[in-house]
């Protein structure tokens, strides 16, 4: 087992000075909220409200009385299991509009095929345990894209299939009843995305507004977005931007806590920095990554309440190890209690999807699986009288040995598409990451031709078409 105390950025007195900025930003500066439902709740709770600006200047009290209730005390321990899964179990997580073609680099809005054949890869190839709707079709009305994409994956597949993004508050109810009809539990909002992302500087425009209100009503935790942008849309500094992130989750819970006071609370961070020579937004730049773990120590550590980072939301343009570098940068903060993992198949800062970069971001999230599973310290294991045995021979080789037959498979982790053997030659080497993407194409490619068609419960099909009229 992996133990320890959790890293800290910075000590208590810099936690409350962040946490003292976001409060003054709450009350005097206050967050324009587009929904009449939701300044009713706040203004009936004592926040002074501007109907024509439509800003709340949130209370003091109120703001302590929601933490009070929906935190906790949090445990700046950790303790990870030892063990690890050689297999993979993937998931198609998000809702991302273009599809990234290997080798053409070729970027193109998603179409109805792109949807079908993206089911088909994740369903034919052993690695992926869930389907979803990675890829949102341009050629469909975006008021009815969610709920035909859920109905084209259901034709497609047996494997369970998880949701993603939603645009208007009209897609709510009919995601739910969906879900009731494919895991036959009342209520199912997995078809559906928890989070709901606030515009920064502290802005709910109406359309995140109804859906955060839509989503509360269904029962779904409170867990509000925070996406601030260093220098464009908060200060350049990283802890100016914590204080706006740190208030724009605050607000939210408040939010939540309004509606449904016996919700679960958390949130995710996923800041960026405006980089000056390129005048482009960078997600996975050292700055956004320190902004994204001090917003998670503020909450966790003053507020009890546990919100996630987005690791992985490369800004890499096309597949490759520019991609895996950029994302593995951000498991580097893993020890002050970010995520461990990186999200898969992401490129472009969340606009693009990659079916390549999500198998290659599979072998790098299984190598660190297989590094924070840590080892057995075992008489088996240390191999005392093996080690003295082979010493005695005078030519120590433990390669044909029982005890490495037992246990190589489960001490190891062996890539599948890393190539670790020696130096090939020039040429090999230099086409050497071309070669890993063709093959990892050819794997993808491979799963969609083989598609076979499982038993699909028809039932359940004309269920959910009756829904889509």
Wanted: aromatic share 8%.
């Amino acid at each position: 087992m992996i133990s320890g105390n959790l890293w800290r950025l910075h000590d208590d007195q810099a936690i409350k000075k962040i946490d003292s900025a976001a409060m003054s930003l709450l009350t005097k500066s206050g967050v324009r909220i587009e929904n009449d439902e939701l300044l009713d709740l706040l203004e009936s709770a004592g926040c002074r409200i501007e109907r024509s600006s439509m800003r709340c200047y949130y209370s003091d009290e109120l703001i302590a009385d929601t933490i009070g209730k929906l935190g906790g005390r949090t445990d700046d321990t950790v303790e990870i299991s030892t063990g690890w899964n050689p297999q993979n179990v993937l998931s198609q997580t998000g809702s991302y509009p273009h599809l990234l073609d290997w080798p053409s680099g070729y970027r193109r809005l998603a179409n109805r095929q792109d949807v079908v054949d993206m089911a088909k890869m994740a369903h034919t190839l052993d690695d992926f345990g869930e389907v979803g709707r990675v890829l949102v079709c341009s050629e469909v009305d975006p008021h009815f894209e969610p709920m035909w994409n859920t109905l084209q994956l259901a034709k497609t597949t047996d494997k369970p299939i998880i949701g993603g993004e939603v645009m208007f508050v009209e897609q709510i109810d009919p995601l739910v009843k969906m879900g009731e009809v494919l895991t036959g539990k009342r209520g199912e909002t997995g078809l559906i995305a928890a989070c709901d992302f606030f515009i920064a500087p502290l802005t709910l425009y109406k359309r995140q507004a109804d859906l955060f209100v839509a989503k509360r009503r269904q029962g779904m935790p409170i867990d509000p977005g925070t996406m601030p942008i260093s220098g464009l849309s908060a200060p350049v500094t990283v802890a100016g931007t914590v204080a706006v992130a740190v208030a724009e989750l605050i607000a939210g819970w408040v939010l939540g806590y309004l509606i449904n006071p016996e919700l679960s609370a958390g949130g995710i961070v996923c800041t960026g920095s405006l980089d000056m020579s390129t005048a482009s937004a960078c997600f996975t730049s050292p700055e956004a990554l320190l902004q994204d773990t001090m917003t998670t120590q503020v909450c966790r550590r003053l507020y009890g309440i546990n919100v996630s980072s987005v690791t992985g939301y490369s800004d890499a343009k096309r597949p490759g190890l520019e991609a895996v570098f950029q994302k593995m940068l951000g498991l580097s903060l893993a020890p002050f209690g970010t995520t461990r993992f990186i999200s898969a198949g992401i490129l472009s800062a969340g606009q693009d999807y990659s079916p390549v970069q999500h198998i290659l971001d599979a072998e790098i999230n299984k190598s660190v699986e297989r590094l924070w599973g840590g080892f057995e310290v075992s008489d088996e294991t240390i191999a005392l009288d093996l080690i003295h045995q082979q010493i005695a021979t005078g030519h120590a080789n433990f390669v044909d040995t029982d005890q490495t037959f037992e246990h190589y498979k489960s001490e190891q982790w062996f890539p599948r598409w890393i190539d670790r053997s020696v130096w090939q030659g020039q040429s090999t080497e230099i086409a050497a990451e071309y070669k890993m993407l063709e093959r990892i194409d050819n794997y993808c490619k491979s799963a969609i031709d083989q598609y076979q068609q499982p038993d699909i419960d028809q039932t359940k099909i004309n269920e959910l078409e009756k829904i889509l009229k």
